[in-house]
């Protein structure tokens, strides 16, 4: 079984500081994993996914992941945060066997301050 | 720009009513997905297509909600009876692969008074 967790409904902040989003999951089989960025008014559209390449994954906007086996994480992050990236973020999980869909995070809704 | 298309984008209806909505998958595209979206339960996906067969509806209210591929050019998500508590957002998504990455519809906004 797949599930996903995001801690943190809300991140805030500051215009030009790090942007940290956490996901940790679980999986039984090696996983893909995504985080997807929704603006608003918006569907969701992917950012960034991990298919067992590189370990470090970079994305659109700046934004990169780091896959962590041993911690079973994905976090999100860019070094500096602007305006435009507030939005909500979801992380989700898939197993690569068989033809499991994504399971999906409860979301992460960033907020930035100027 | 390949692009999932959904109407219509925003539908206001009174409980009671029948309600359609309309998808138009990626061309090529094999997987189709249909989710909710609320504030309250976040993204719930409500049904799953491959090669236009439902493979999982476990999410949909069977009594009042039906999802139907008639091509592989349309899926179609039906409410009827509305309610109210069906007030939501609802994406259609599409990909090649169940497991690999989906593609977002803008969503049509559902409001039932």
């Known amino acids: 079984a797949q599930s996903v967790t995001q801690l943190g409904s809300h991140v805030s902040v500051s215009e030009g500081a790090l942007v940290l989003l956490r996901c940790n999951y679980s999986?039984?089989?090696?996983?893909?994993l995504f985080w997807y960025v929704q603006y608003p008014n918006q569907g969701l559209q992917l950012l960034l996914k991990?298919?067992?390449?590189?370990?470090l994954v970079k994305g659109i906007n700046g934004f990169e992941a780091e896959f962590k086996k041993s911690e079973t994480s994905f976090h999100l992050t860019k070094p500096s945060a602007h305006m435009s990236d507030a939005a909500e973020y979801f992380c989700?999980?898939?197993?690569?066997?068989?033809?499991?869909?994504?399971?999906f995070g409860r979301g992460t809704s960033l907020i930035v301050h100027p | 720009d390949a692009r999932v298309t959904q109407t219509p984008r925003h539908k206001v209806t009174e409980m009671g009513q029948e309600v359609t909505m309309r998808c138009q998958p990626i061309?090529?595209?094999?997987?189709v997905f249909w989710y909710r979206q609320t504030m309250m339960q976040g993204l719930e996906l409500l049904a799953y297509f491959r090669n236009r067969a439902p493979l999982d509806d476990s999410g949909m209210p069977k009594d009042r909600f039906s999802a139907e591929m008639p091509d592989a050019t349309l899926a179609t998500l039906k409410i009827q009876p509305s309610e109210p508590r069906d007030s939501a957002v609802y994406f259609c998504a599409s990909g090649l692969l169940a497991a690999d990455t989906q593609y977002f519809g803008p969503g049509t906004r559902l409001t039932v008074l």
């Open positions: 991990y298919t067992s390449a590189a370990t």
């Open positions: 061309l090529g595209h094999n997987t």
């Open positions: 989700a999980v898939s197993e690569k066997s068989g033809s499991y869909i994504p399971t």
């Open positions: 999986s039984s089989v090696p996983p893909y």
